[in-house]
């Protein structure tokens, strides 16, 4: 049985990428008469900054990178770290006293690195002035006055002083239109004569390397200083050897182990596919997204502002700071590029047919509300999708409401409590009644308000929402939406009458009652508290006009403000839905004297299962 070809491509390239021995540069090599040479020279490109070519012949070559120059390689001084070269051109030019010399070695001659230097032994500083006028040549003449000069190029004179060597020339030079040159130069003239400045210059001399700190340690950790020629930077030797030496083979087997692992997981997709409700491919999905692009574009939404899934990674800093979890997906604190704090709620994948997030769009889009949060922008970008909400530092009521007790009461006081109880009914009575069309909300809840820095409440979370006329009174609905411990009794079962607006006043009831925290306190008089259904217990006290027993009720108003909510409370859970008041009616009896309000009727349903406090919303419960 033969070895796969994936198998055997993955060894190749393995061995290629990690086999150590080949890929090493050495610390040295021989280089003929000249014996062993080190960094930063060497005889290959890949390993060294500088290379040393032809060493098996008498005189090797050395490649400085000059543009068509290479230095015959005369001795080498490790201790000292410099390198005796010979300039064949240069050799020529002083041989025949061409005045090209002056044209030829400038300062900047050496190629300038940000990774390496280079010092000129012996070297001399000359400065060739431009003759331009004879006040000019007067003043350059008395400006070097003590120093030799050669007259014998068209158009500038050189000045020198031999043996001087200055590496910064005077700023008086440059005004008298001078630039300065740097030559090397005999060590000693001789029976030479230094007004002579053929005689006085070499092709011969010392080239000393300074090799920068950062590239020294590059080489220490095993890296390659790069031939970048504005800045400097450190590529691993291994990379180094393999993209330039094997480039095309590891492109070829990477090509191909991709290829093989393409259509791997091509197949894995395709499996899970197959079990999933997108049998037929992805076509399902994408006729999902292009009904909802088709949704957004034609219903106008588009004015609010659409981000991208990059926007919404740069927006929340890479997900960094999470405020909140549910079934619905997450919510990241975020800030815009203006500095406005926003909360982004990230939503799960695509269900069913997207109806959570064009119910969150065309909902809360239509609405404009000081107890309803603002939506500010949105994202439908592949299977990304998010939301972008104004920031409520307050968090959600659920918070206050079970992570506290009395603390939380004796901190906000009833007063707060009531008017943010106010709040939530102002923001329903304005979604059931205030707009152009109807907006029922099915799950109010404390998760779902949120508080800002003053404690105002704003309803939040239209996932669950419907859109119905005005006018009609009953909707239809496939199957039970909303929380468990808020569900009104018709959204479970239709014995119970018609779903209508009339569902979200039983929620928004609950949740009053849960705020007064009467919950907390069915443990007073009763052993079992699980099969206890607590609105018979508050009913009890009120109707036998007994004291409330609430956490923080120190004076007479508090015990109105809770009183009142209990009794509004009371009426919004009434079982039959014609019994529920409006939640226009709501905000009128809360905003009215609690004198002017009935006991409604004992509610009559035998307790339910109580959900634990932090139960997930139920999205499709069939019946």
Same mark, same amino acid.
């Given at each position: 049985?033969?070895?796969?070809?994936?198998?055997?491509?993955? !060894?190749?390239?393995?061995?290629?990428?990690?086999?150590?021995?080949?890929?090493?540069?050495?610390?040295?090599?021989?280089?003929?008469?000249?014996?062993?040479?080190?960094?930063?020279?060497?005889?290959?490109?890949?390993?060294?900054?500088?290379?040393?070519?032809?060493?098996?012949?008498?005189?090797?070559?050395?490649?400085?990178?000059?543009?068509?120059?290479?230095?015959?390689?005369?001795?080498?001084?490790?201790?000292?770290?410099?390198?005796?070269?010979?300039?064949?051109?240069?050799?020529?030019?002083?041989?025949?006293?061409?005045?090209?010399?002056?044209?030829?070695?400038?300062?900047?001659?050496?190629?300038?690195?940000?990774?390496?230097?280079?010092? +000129?032994?012996?070297?001399?500083?000359?400065?060739?002035?431009?003759?331009?006028?004879?006040?000019?040549?007067?003043?350059?003449?008395?400006?070097?006055?003590?120093?030799?000069?050669?007259?014998?190029?068209?158009?500038?004179?050189?000045?020198?002083?031999?043996?001087?060597?200055?590496?910064?020339?005077?700023?008086?030079? !440059?005004?008298?239109?001078?630039?300065?040159?740097?030559?090397?130069?005999?060590?000693?003239?001789?029976?030479?004569?230094?007004?002579?400045?053929?005689?006085?210059?070499?092709?011969?001399?010392?080239?000393?390397?300074?090799?920068?700190?950062?590239?020294?340690?590059?080489?220490?950790?095993?890296?390659?200083?790069?031939?970048?020629?504005?800045?400097?930077?450190?590529?691993?030797?291994?990379?180094?050897?393999?993209?330039?030496?094997?480039?095309?083979?590891?492109?070829?087997?990477?090509?191909?182990?991709?290829?093989?692992?393409?259509?791997?997981?091509?197949?894995?997709?395709?499996?899970?596919?197959?079990?999933?409700?997108?049998?037929?491919?992805?076509?399902?999905?994408?006729?999902?997204?292009?009904?909802?692009?088709?949704?957004?574009?034609? #219903?106008?939404?588009?004015?609010?502002?659409?981000?991208?899934?990059?926007? +919404?990674?740069?927006?929340?800093?890479? !997900?960094?700071?999470?405020?909140?979890?549910?079934?619905?997906?997450?919510?990241?604190?975020?800030?815009?590029?203006?500095?406005?704090?926003?909360?982004?709620?990230?939503?799960?994948?695509?269900?069913?047919?997207?109806?959570?997030?064009?119910?969150?769009?065309?909902?809360?889009?239509?609405?404009?509300?000081?107890?309803?949060?603002?939506?500010?922008?949105?994202?439908?970008?592949? %299977?990304?999708?998010?939301?972008?909400?104004?920031?409520?530092?307050?968090?959600?009521?659920?918070?206050?409401?079970?992570?506290?007790?009395?603390?939380?009461?004796?901190?906000?006081?009833?007063?707060?409590?009531?008017?943010?109880?106010?709040?939530?009914?102002?923001?329903?009575?304005?979604?059931? %009644?205030? #707009?152009?069309?109807?907006?029922? %909300?099915?799950?109010?809840?404390?998760?779902?308000?949120?508080?800002?820095?003053?404690?105002?409440?704003?309803?939040?979370?239209?996932?669950?929402?419907?859109?119905?006329?005005?006018?009609?009174?009953?909707?239809?609905?496939?199957?039970?939406?909303?929380?468990?411990?808020?569900?009104?009794?018709?959204?479970?079962?239709?014995?119970?009458?018609?779903?209508?607006?009339?569902?979200?006043?039983?929620?928004?009831?609950?949740?009053?009652?849960?705020?007064?925290?009467?919950?907390?306190?069915?443990?007073?008089?009763?052993?079992?508290?699980?099969?206890?259904?607590?609105?018979?217990?508050?009913?009890?006290?009120?109707?036998?006009?007994?004291?409330?027993?609430?956490?923080?009720?120190?004076?007479?108003?508090?015990?109105?403000?809770?009183?009142?909510?209990?009794?509004?409370?009371?009426?919004?859970?009434?079982?039959?839905?014609?019994?529920?008041?409006?939640?226009?009616?709501?905000?009128?009896?809360?905003?009215?004297?609690?004198?002017?309000?009935?006991?409604?009727?004992?509610?009559?349903?035998?307790?339910?299962?109580?959900?634990?406090?932090?139960?997930?919303?139920? %999205?499709?419960?069939?019946?």
């Amino acid at each position: 049985m033969g070895v796969p070809p994936s198998i055997l491509a993955l !060894f190749l390239l393995f061995h290629l990428l990690f086999d150590h021995s080949s890929g090493k540069c050495p610390d040295s090599f021989n280089c003929g008469t000249h014996g062993q040479i080190r960094f930063p020279l060497s005889n290959s490109t890949n390993c060294g900054l500088y290379t040393v070519q032809n060493c098996t012949d008498p005189v090797p070559k050395l490649n400085l990178e000059r543009k068509e120059v290479l230095y015959d390689l005369d001795t080498i001084n490790v201790s000292e770290n410099s390198i005796r070269v010979n300039d064949p051109n240069l050799g020529d030019l002083i041989r025949t006293n061409g005045c090209d010399v002056f044209a030829y070695y400038l300062v900047w001659s050496l190629p300038i690195r940000p990774y390496i230097s280079f010092t +000129i032994s012996p070297g001399l500083t000359l400065f060739k002035c431009t003759t331009k006028s004879p006040e000019l040549d007067k003043k350059q003449d008395e400006y070097f006055r003590g120093n030799d000069s050669y007259r014998g190029c068209s158009g500038y004179t050189v000045y020198y002083k031999y043996p001087y060597h200055s590496s910064v020339s005077s700023n008086a030079s !440059f005004g008298l239109n001078c630039l300065p040159i740097e030559l090397p130069r005999v060590s000693e003239l001789g029976s030479r004569n230094a007004s002579d400045v053929f005689s006085v210059l070499a092709s011969k001399f010392d080239i000393r390397l300074h090799v920068s700190k950062a590239c020294q340690q590059c080489r220490h950790k095993g890296g390659q200083c790069s031939r970048d020629i504005t800045r400097f930077r450190c590529t691993n030797k291994k990379e180094v050897l393999a993209g330039r030496s094997r480039l095309p083979l590891i492109l070829g087997i990477v090509v191909s182990i991709v290829g093989i692992m393409g259509i791997l997981l091509f197949c894995i997709i395709m499996k899970k596919l197959s079990k999933s409700e997108y049998t037929f491919f992805w076509k399902k999905k994408t006729e999902n997204c292009r009904n909802i692009e088709a949704f957004l574009k034609n #219903c106008g939404y588009l004015s609010l502002k659409r981000y991208t899934y990059s926007d +919404i990674k740069k927006i929340t800093n890479s !997900f960094r700071t999470k405020l909140g979890q549910g079934g619905f997906g997450c919510v990241f604190k975020g800030k815009l590029e203006n500095d406005y704090l926003v909360a982004v709620k990230v939503l799960k994948e695509l269900k069913g047919n997207g109806e959570d997030f064009i119910n969150e769009v065309a909902t809360i889009s239509r609405t404009s509300h000081v107890n309803i949060v603002t939506l500010l922008g949105f994202c439908f970008e592949g %299977h990304h999708r998010a939301l972008i909400y104004e920031f409520m530092p307050g968090g959600s009521l659920d918070n206050l409401v079970h992570d506290g007790g009395s603390s939380t009461y004796r901190q906000l006081g009833w007063d707060r409590m009531y008017q943010i109880a106010v709040g939530i009914a102002r923001g329903l009575e304005y979604l059931h %009644h205030s #707009c152009k069309t109807r907006i029922l %909300h099915f799950d109010i809840k404390p998760h779902n308000i949120l508080l800002d820095e003053d404690f105002c409440p704003k309803i939040s979370d239209f996932g669950l929402a419907k859109l119905c006329p005005q006018k009609e009174s009953i909707i239809s609905l496939t199957g039970a939406r909303g929380t468990a411990g808020y569900i009104a009794p018709e959204v479970f079962s239709r014995n119970f009458g018609g779903i209508s607006h009339k569902s979200d006043v039983y929620s928004y009831g609950m949740m009053v009652l849960e705020m007064v925290g009467v919950r907390k306190n069915i443990s007073v008089d009763v052993d079992c508290t699980s099969e206890i259904y607590f609105p018979h217990w508050v009913y009890k006290r009120l109707e036998l006009d007994e004291e409330l027993g609430l956490h923080g009720i120190m004076d007479g108003e508090a015990n109105t403000s809770a009183r009142k909510m209990i009794i509004v409370g009371l009426w919004c859970i009434q079982t039959d839905p014609s019994n529920r008041p409006s939640m226009r009616r709501v905000v009128e009896m809360l905003e009215g004297s609690v004198e002017s309000l009935q006991i409604p009727p004992k509610p009559y349903l035998s307790s339910p299962s109580r959900a634990p406090v932090d139960s997930s919303t139920t %999205h499709a419960m069939t019946l």
